[in-house]
């Protein structure tokens, strides 16, 4: 059975910073790309960072710069260092596994975990 758990969520003011962890298990970790989206209320929900098997990252524009996205296979742990946190970046975090098995795509999510940023 797969399972995401996230942590490190929580509430900050504008300018502070916070670190999501997401343990996976279930899955042949090094494998996946593993990646973190993040939904605000009446949004849809959007890629914020990835990270591929062969540790090809790639960011949002809207984070580049403040947030680092890494993983540590040895430990099935994919984490997002989130610094210089505006308003905006208020959502819930959610921490994704992806992968092709064949010709079809597997996709595997965590339960979310709450970003509140205050000004």
């Known amino acids: 059975q797969v399972q995401l758990v996230e942590s490190g969520g929580g509430s900050v003011q504008a300018g502070g910073s916070l670190r999501l962890s997401c343990v996976a298990s279930g899955i042949t970790f090094s494998r996946d790309r593993m990646a973190w989206y993040r939904q605000a209320p009446g949004k849809e929900r959007e890629l914020v960072a990835s990270i591929s098997a062969d540790s090809t990252i790639d960011y949002t524009n809207s984070v580049k710069g403040r947030f680092t996205i890494s993983r540590d296979n040895a430990k099935n742990t994919v984490s997002l260092q989130m610094n210089s946190l505006k308003p905006e970046d208020t959502a819930v975090y959610y921490c994704?596994?992806?992968?092709?098995?064949?010709?079809?795509?597997?996709?595997?999510w965590g339960q979310g975990t709450q970003v509140t940023v205050s000004s």
């Open positions: 994704n596994a992806r992968r092709r098995l064949g010709a079809v795509w597997y996709a595997d």
